[in-house]
């Protein structure tokens, strides 16, 4: 059977949060005049060439920004389900700081999700388990307010849909909200103990993450592209696990020999598994490239077989294999991205 294609999509490269671990907090404001909104007609022209192309695709609506201050995101969701005449939709996941999601919206989704009886997940990333640590993490933020809108979202998708829609957790661990991190699990934990069809707390996150489940909590380390850096964040991790009892041993190896080591072809997935879409209709290799170094692609100007085919991805991955990178790349001093490899080689290497 043919792999899922999976669009990652970032309907707006605005967040009305400033997470201190995220691009969005960097002083040296990223993307200065390039930031926007999908249009409708834009989100019609990717759905519409997926329907077109004919293999089955799932869309993972996360990229820099938070999608729910798109003022049509339901609309969006609308207008993928009832033009998905050959049922090639299999999934659709958004990540959510959780602080736009109103009631309202929240039940429009629902219900759009049971009517045509669709996979649908949401994944609300927390920083904390406490209204200080929260603005610690990031002054903008209403902590309560995040956490009604979660509990309301929950609470209607349990009651209507009865556990076909995923609610998911997402929890980066830093020296900041560490202590606070068994507080966090065990309060999610217990608000869905009697509701829950399947519980599933991950840690080893770029594995599982994508996985559906109906109701999880993923922890990861912070990310840093510096080593070093990067090795202290996993080590704090690793520590936290074992303390847990989730794992034996510590994981602190060099993040880049790592992934190298324990796969032993290329270090990153991210070309082969995801088609990250900016939105403008660009398509690039790579949820890290914020200014589109590795683009290769726009939907509004080609087919979306033209775009899986075309001669700047086939040289991307090509540079992954060989290891192979011009100096300066974005993949040059990479930490990597380490995705389900066992899918990688199965067809569309
Ligand atoms: S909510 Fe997400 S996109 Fe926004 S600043 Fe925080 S991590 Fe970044
Ligand atoms: S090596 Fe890094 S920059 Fe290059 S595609 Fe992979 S994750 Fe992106």
Not at 39 to 59: E, P, V
Not at 88 to 112: A, F, Q
Not at 180 to 203: A, H, M
Request: net charge negative.
């Amino acid at each position: 059977m043919d792999k899922i294609i999976t669009l990652q999509i970032g309907i707006t490269d605005f967040c009305n949060f400033r997470c201190k671990m995220c691009v969005q907090s960097d002083v040296n404001d990223f993307r200065v005049n390039k930031k926007g909104f999908m249009a409708f007609s834009t989100w019609k022209g990717i759905m519409d060439r997926m329907q077109a192309y004919g293999k089955r695709f799932s869309i993972l609506l996360i990229w820099i920004g938070e999608s729910f201050l798109h003022p049509q995101i339901a609309d969006f969701i609308r207008y993928v389900y009832e033009s998905d005449s050959k049922n090639l939709l299999t999934s659709i996941m958004v990540y959510t700081n959780g602080s736009m999601l109103t009631p309202i919206l929240s039940k429009e989704i629902i219900d759009l999700t049971v009517k045509h009886s669709k996979r649908f997940d949401i994944v609300f990333s927390y920083v904390s388990d406490t209204p200080d640590t929260a603005r610690l993490m990031n002054e903008n933020t209403d902590f309560d307010l995040i956490v009604k809108n979660t509990r309301e979202f929950s609470d209607y998708a349990i009651k209507i849909a009865k556990g076909k829609i995923g609610i998911n957790f997402q929890y980066v661990i830093t020296k900041e909200n560490l202590h606070e991190t068994e507080n966090f699990i065990k309060r999610w934990s217990e608000y869905f103990k009697n509701s829950c069809v399947e519980f599933k707390l991950i840690y080893d996150y770029y594995l599982e993450s994508w996985e559906t489940h109906n109701y999880k909590i993923s922890l990861m380390p912070e990310g840093n592209d510096n080593s070093e850096k990067q090795n202290e964040n996993n080590e704090l991790f690793s520590n936290f696990l074992q303390k847990l009892g989730v794992i034996d041993k510590p994981k602190t190896e060099n993040c880049d020999r790592f992934y190298k080591k324990e796969y032993g072809k290329v270090k990153c997935s991210s070309p082969w598994e995801f088609y990250v879409v900016n939105w403008n209709g660009d398509v690039t290799a790579c949820c890290k490239d914020f200014e589109l170094e590795l683009k290769y692609g726009n939907f509004l100007k080609s087919s979306f077989e033209d775009i899986s085919r075309s001669a700047k991805l086939v040289a991307i991955k090509e540079n992954l294999l060989n290891d192979d990178y011009e100096e300066g790349s974005l993949c040059k001093h990479c930490s990597g991205f380490k995705g389900d490899f066992s899918k990688i080689y199965d067809g569309d290497a």
